[in-house]
Antibody, heavy 127, light 107 residues
Framework: QLQLQESGPGLVKPSETLSLTCTVS??????????WGWIRQPPGKGLEWIGS???????YYNPSLKSRVTISVDTSKNQFSLKMSSVTAADTAVYYC???????????????????WGQGTLVTVSS | DIQMTQSPSTLSASVGDRVTITCRAS??????LAWYQQKPGKAPNLLIY???SLESGVPSRFSGSGSGTEFTLTISSLQPDDFATYYC?????????FGPGTKVDIK
C-alpha cells in the first residue's frame, strides 16, 4: 500500500521559509501516472491546494501562493519537497502531501483528484 | 478561480438517516468533481471521483451525482463511522479548489 510521510520543522518564525519533505514508500515517485501535491488546512478551516509536481519537475501552483512557493522533486530519494517563503501567522496549518491522479492526452495532461494522502504535519508560524 | 460552495455547513442526523450534501461550482466544471471524508486529526479520504464514481473500498451507501455546477453526495443509510466532515473538490482547471466543508454530526 502506497504511503506518504511529511517531515520538517513544526515551528517557523515569521518572515522565514517553511520547508517540508514528503517521502513516498511502497511506490515510485517516477511513475508516469501521477503528479504529487501539497495541500494545507489551517486549524479548524478548510483545505487549500498549494501545488503539484511531476517526476520530471513540471509544476502547477495555486496562483494565490505562486510567488512564495517552490515545489521540487528528488527521484533518487523518492521524495518531493515544499518551500514557502516569507511566512506569516496565516500560513499556520496542517500540511499534507498527496498523490495527484492524472490522465495523459496527446498534447496535454489533466490533473484530477488526490487518492492517497500523508497523515499531515502541523506547521506553526510564530516568533 | 472556480469557487466552490457547500450546503448545509452543518447537518445533524441520526444513524439510519438518508443524508444529502450539495456542492455548487461558480462555473461549469462538467463532471470533474471529487468528494472526500475527513475525521478529526486525520487526512481526507477520497470517496467519489468524476462526480459519481465510487473509489475502491468505499461502502456502497455513498453515492454521488450531478454535472455542470450542481452536485450531491448522498449517504443512503448513515452509519456511526460516517460522522465526519465532507469536502468537495473541483478539478476542471489547473487550479484545484475545495468546498468549505459540511460537518455531519449526531442529532
Amino acid at each position: 500500500q502506497l504511503q506518504l510521510q511529511e517531515s520538517g520543522p513544526g515551528l517557523v518564525k515569521p518572515s522565514e521559509t517553511l520547508s517540508l519533505t514528503c517521502t513516498v514508500s511502497s511506490g515510485s515517485i517516477s511513475s508516469s501516472n501521477y503528479y504529487w501535491g501539497w495541500i494545507r488546512q489551517p486549524p479548524g478551516k478548510g483545505l487549500e491546494w498549494i501545488g503539484s509536481i511531476y517526476y520530471s519537475g513540471n509544476t502547477y501552483y495555486n496562483p494565490s501562493l505562486k510567488s512564495r512557493v517552490t515545489i521540487s522533486v528528488d527521484t533518487s530519494k523518492n521524495q518531493f519537497s515544499l518551500k514557502m517563503s516569507s511566512v506569516t501567522a496565516a500560513d499556520t496549518a496542517v500540511y499534507y502531501c498527496a498523490r495527484h491522479q492524472v490522465e495523459h492526452f496527446y498534447r496535454s495532461t489533466s490533473l484530477y483528484y488526490f487518492d492517497y494522502w500523508g497523515q499531515g504535519t502541523l506547521v506553526t508560524v510564530s516568533s | 478561480d472556480i469557487q466552490m460552495t457547500q450546503s448545509p455547513s452543518t447537518l445533524s442526523a441520526s444513524v439510519g438517516d438518508r443524508v444529502t450534501i450539495t456542492c455548487r461550482a461558480s462555473q461549469s466544471i462538467s463532471g470533474w468533481l471529487a468528494w472526500y471524508q475527513q475525521k478529526p486529526g486525520k487526512a481526507p479520504n477520497l470517496l467519489i471521483y468524476k462526480a459519481s464514481s465510487l473509489e475502491s473500498g468505499v461502502p456502497s451507501r455513498f453515492s454521488g451525482s450531478g454535472s455542470g455546477t450542481e452536485f450531491t453526495l448522498t449517504i443512503s443509510s448513515l452509519q456511526p463511522d460516517d460522522f465526519a466532515t465532507y469536502y468537495c473538490q473541483q478539478y476542471n482547471t489547473y487550479s484545484f479548489t475545495f468546498g468549505p466543508g459540511t460537518k455531519v454530526d449526531i442529532k
